[in-house]
């Protein structure tokens, strides 16, 4: 149950797209496509904004947007706006488990 | 309005327990599978434990064995009975829906989390 890695720290102006990538094995994301992503603000609790890879809750907007390659998921913010400055989580199901991601603090400059 | 809220957490000292509470509300909580995610003070997310609607039980290594998940559908209301508790257990505990009638393995939504600190 080893975390699924992130990259560090992502910036952007407004209006721009960032990409947060979420590496995994095939034990994980490689093999289920049950992806998650939650986005946190400080000291509040995690929402979800993508679930099963690609698809997001109603009231999500879609700037948000999931993929999946391989061992890989990927999340973009596009069209980058101020309130998007947060931490980002990626969680994939493991078989009768979960694991998250390290998380990637997204700013915007 | 869907609603969960935690409470139990506090100051436990090494080796001592604690049993956190999630009260549930705004849908019907017998049907949903329920888990408890935990994040270490300026860490990340950790998946700690998994209730389903029946039965099943599933928890992370890290706490096998000394972590129970239970709930009491009548009070609508999940625990988690945390025994031999140690200094990494410090952490928010939130509590969190799973699927329900309708399976789904993401977590919506999330209590506001309560505090457990282990330390002498």
């Known amino acids: 149950q080893s975390a699924l890695t992130q990259p560090p720290p992502v910036s952007g102006s407004p209006g721009q797209s960032v990409t947060i990538s979420c590496t995994g094995t095939s034990s994980d994301v490689g093999g289920y496509d049950y992806v998650s992503w939650y986005q946190q603000y400080p000291g509040k609790a995690p929402k979800v904004i993508i679930y099963?890879?690609?698809n997001r809750p109603s009231g999500v907007p879609d700037r948000f947007s999931g993929s999946k390659s391989g061992n890989t998921a990927s999340l973009t913010i596009s069209r980058l706006q101020a309130e998007d400055e947060a931490e980002y989580y990626c969680?994939?199901?493991?078989?009768?488990?979960?694991?998250f991601g390290t998380g990637t603090k997204v700013t915007v400059l | 309005e869907v609603q969960l809220v935690e409470s139990g957490g506090g100051l436990v000292q090494p080796g001592g327990s604690l049993r956190l509470s999630c009260a549930a509300s705004g849908f019907p909580f017998s049907t949903f599978e329920m888990n408890w995610i935990r994040q270490a003070p300026g860490k990340g997310l950790e998946w700690v434990t998994y209730?389903?609607?029946?039965?099943?039980?599933h928890y992370a290594d890290s706490v096998k064995g000394r972590f129970t998940v239970s709930r009491d559908n009548a009070k609508n209301t999940l625990y988690l009975q945390m025994s031999r508790l140690r200094a990494e257990d410090t952490a928010v505990y939130y509590c969190?829906?799973?699927?329900?009638?309708?399976?789904?393995?993401?977590?919506?939504?999330w209590g506001q989390g309560t505090l457990v600190t282990v330390s002498s």
């Open positions: 209730i389903g609607a029946g039965t099943a039980r």
């Open positions: 969680c994939s199901y493991a078989g009768d488990s979960w694991v």
């Open positions: 969190t829906r799973g699927g329900g009638v309708i399976p789904r393995l993401w977590f919506d939504p």
């Open positions: 099963d890879v690609r």
